[in-house]
Nanobody, 116 residues
Framework: QVQVVESGGGLVQPGGSLRLSCACS????????VGWFREAPGKPREYVAT??????QYSASAQDRFTISRDNAKNTIYLQMNTLKPEDTALYHC???????????WGRGTQVTVSS
């Protein structure tokens, strides 16, 4: 059973940066897509970013501030977040899609709080 575990969340002041990591229990080199969503209290789960074979996509709120990357050798996915805003406060979940036909696998999340 593939598992993913997020880390790197915390409390940061507005304008600050954080780098989230998502460690996968299996090789991600052949996975279809991997990415991040986030959940803020009282709001639906929101798409953040995706990385696949030859493409990267971001939500409008993440574009120009966040950078998604993957290190296949370490089986890890990253989300570099810069110029953080209070509205970025959320529980950030990593996901992996091993193939287009298999179920998406989610991590439990890592909390990011942006506050002065």
């Amino acid at each position: 059973q593939v598992q993913v575990v997020e880390s790197g969340g915390g409390l940061v002041q507005p304008g600050g940066s954080l780098r989230l990591s998502c460690a996968c229990s299996e090789s991600i080199a052949s996975f279809y897509i991997v990415g991040w969503f986030r959940e803020a209290p009282g709001k639906p789960r929101e798409y953040v970013a995706t990385i696949g074979d030859g493409f990267i996509q971001y939500s409008a709120s993440a574009q120009d501030r966040f950078t998604i990357s993957r290190d296949n050798a370490k089986n890890t996915i990253y989300l570099q977040m810069n110029t953080l805003k209070p509205e970025d406060t959320a529980l950030y979940h990593c996901y992996v899609d091993p193939s287009p036909t298999l179920l998406r696998i989610w991590g439990r999340g890592t909390q990011v709080t942006v506050s002065s």
